[in-house]
């Protein structure tokens, strides 16, 4: 059969692995706001940004800035310009959540600082895997409007490039986060920190955050398999 079953109705097992994967995204992204939630009322002595600072400080990392940044769950670590970004209500906030946060950031610059491996990786892929999803995009909507002119193998082959350069990078991405996780908690247990900050309710704050790569780097594989299958011609 034609691709994604010459539309207009759309391949159900298509349909199937995009509601799946959105539902369990769903539930995944639900529990970890619900868990942040929960243990953003319950407060310690410090905020966000001094845990980072503290964590910076302890590992021997002088030359990165703790910012705060627009917006709920933006924060991130850039290594470009070398600055653990924290959202506003973590920047601010002291609270077990926003401690959690923090630490993990900051893991991400002790990563760096120790050219941990996958993480270099990850950054190399980088501009690939931005090229990928932008003709990825570009090839979904020839295949949606203009599925008659798409019967071309080497445009599904393309599709089956630019998906296994994102399903890599989301595999690349989970030890890299998990990584960044066990380096905070282990950090928060090592720390002048540890007697205020409950280790259970940071690691699983971190956890259900965590679940969220997971989720998409299954969708991603799950892609991958449909394409490759149909580039294969294994489908009726």
């Not at 193998?153 to 490039?161: Q, R, T």
Request: hydrophobic share 50%; aromatic share 8%; proline share 4%.
């Amino acid at each position: 059969m034609s691709v994604l079953a010459m539309i207009p109705g759309i391949d159900p097992i298509y349909l199937v692995i995009i509601g799946g994967t959105m539902l369990l995204s769903f539930l995944v992204s639900n529990t970890m706001k619900s868990r942040f939630d929960k243990y953003s009322k319950t407060r310690i002595p410090v905020t966000g940004r001094e845990v980072a600072e503290m964590m910076l400080r302890e590992n021997g990392i002088t030359d990165v800035r703790v910012v705060s940044v627009p917006g709920q769950l933006t924060d991130h670590y850039n290594p470009l310009n070398k600055t653990v970004n924290l959202s506003e209500p973590v920047y601010h906030q002291n609270s077990i959540a926003a401690a959690a946060v923090a630490a993990h950031e900051c893991g991400h610059a002790v990563q760096h600082k120790r050219a941990y491996p996958w993480l270099t990786l990850r950054s190399k892929m980088v501009p690939a895997v931005n090229i990928a999803n932008q003709v990825q995009n570009v090839l979904m909507m020839l295949f949606i409007f203009g599925f008659f002119i798409t019967q071309s193998p080497m445009l599904i082959w393309a599709m089956v490039a630019c998906l296994a350069a994102v399903a890599l990078f989301s595999i690349v991405t989970l030890p890299v986060e998990f990584d960044a996780s066990n380096r905070a908690l282990a950090w928060i247990e090592s720390s002048g920190l540890s007697s205020r900050i409950e280790h259970d309710e940071a690691k699983n704050a971190l956890f259900w955050a965590a679940m969220t790569y997971v989720v998409a780097a299954l969708s991603s594989v799950a892609m991958l398999v449909y394409w490759l299958s149909i580039a294969l011609g294994r489908r009726d």
